[in-house]
């Protein structure tokens, strides 16, 4: 999709709609605002053009590490904050970091990045944590990176090629499988795995270039018997999964999102291409 497909109403991607969900997509192409009532995908359109590598929201903000600085979406304006491209961004205790160029840092913000002009800095500091490079995902106290999992004062954790991670089980997604903490890092399961995510309702899934796998409901611990692989209606590679309180959102690097609210997928195609990651920071489960 280009430009020139998305009409003026589509771009004032902001506006709150009665009875509807706002996921966001990071994409190669912008931050993609999509329309989700119950099951049903609705309109969607670029609330910031760019490439976009990950998106986290907190509080009714959007943290997007783009191309050219990681932006704080308040409405519809997303500010520079003056920290340079990043791969990866993410909240803990309402406090916002970012991880590029070898370190992963917090933003100690300075009056409220929603007064200004689009252009000006959302006003506030970046202080290094602690330096690491190829991160991959900040999720709460986190961090997924080449070298493993790390807490964000920059203790090591354990595991190798760390793709994502679920702190609150905790469940990580390597380069050689699908991990849990146990007696130490346990095996769920082998493969290449890109991505994880679980709810406190004991809902989780994770995914690899081939499969999308989801804890089967009941089970006891996330051990190698409580995965099943999901049957999905569209074929991709699935790059990240949400959840609301009664539906599970996901979307696959083609640019196709799809939801499940209990009566099977749904789903509908983007036409964006690279797509990355997924946020719904409406919801609150």
């Known amino acids: 999709m280009s430009d020139d497909d998305i009409s003026i109403d589509e771009k004032r991607v902001y506006g709150a709609k009665t009875g509807t969900t706002a996921a966001f997509v990071a994409t190669g192409a ?4 999509v329309e989700i009532s119950g099951d049903l995908v609705g309109e969607f359109g670029l609330a910031h053009r760019g490439g976009v590598h990950d998106v986290a929201g907190h509080d009714g903000r959007l943290a997007v590490a783009a191309d050219d600085d990681v932006r ?3 409405g519809d304006i997303f500010r520079p904050t003056g920290f340079g491209t990043a791969t990866a961004v993410g909240w803990h205790d309402g406090t ?3 991880a590029g ?3 992963v840092a917090r933003f100690d913000p300075d009056g409220d990045p929603a007064v200004g002009d689009l252009d000006d800095p959302a006003p506030g500091t970046w202080t290094t944590a602690f330096e690491v490079g190829d991160v991959r995902a900040i999720v709460d106290d986190t961090v997924a990176a080449a070298d493993g999992l790390f807490r964000l004062d920059g203790g090591h954790i354990g595991l190798a090629d760390a793709r994502d991670v679920a702190p609150s089980v905790p469940l990580a997604a390597t380069g050689d499988g699908l991990y849990y903490l146990g007696n130490g890092w346990m095996d769920a399961l082998p493969g290449d795995f890109r991505a994880v995510v ?3 309702d004991g809902r989780a899934h994770a995914a690899t270039p081939d499969a999308l796998y989801a804890r089967a409901p009941g089970s ?3 051990g190698p018997e409580a995965w099943v692989e ?3 209606p569209v074929t991709g ?3 990240d999964v949400a959840y609301g309180p009664e539906a599970t959102y996901a979307v696959t690097a083609e640019g196709t999102v799809l939801v499940n609210a209990g009566d099977g997928w749904r789903d509908r195609s983007l036409g964006l291409p690279d797509a990355r990651r997924l946020a719904v920071p409406g919801v609150t489960l």
Request: proline content about 4%; glycine content about 16%; aromatic content about 4%.
């Open 72 to 74: 704080l979406g308040i």
């Open 30 to 33: 912008g931050l993609a605002r």
């Open 96 to 98: 916002l970091h970012a």
């Open 220 to 222: 006891d611990g996330y």
């Open 198 to 200: 679980a709810a406190p």
């Open 230 to 232: 999901v049957d999905l």
């Open 237 to 239: 590679h699935v790059v």
């Open 101 to 103: 160029d070898g370190r």
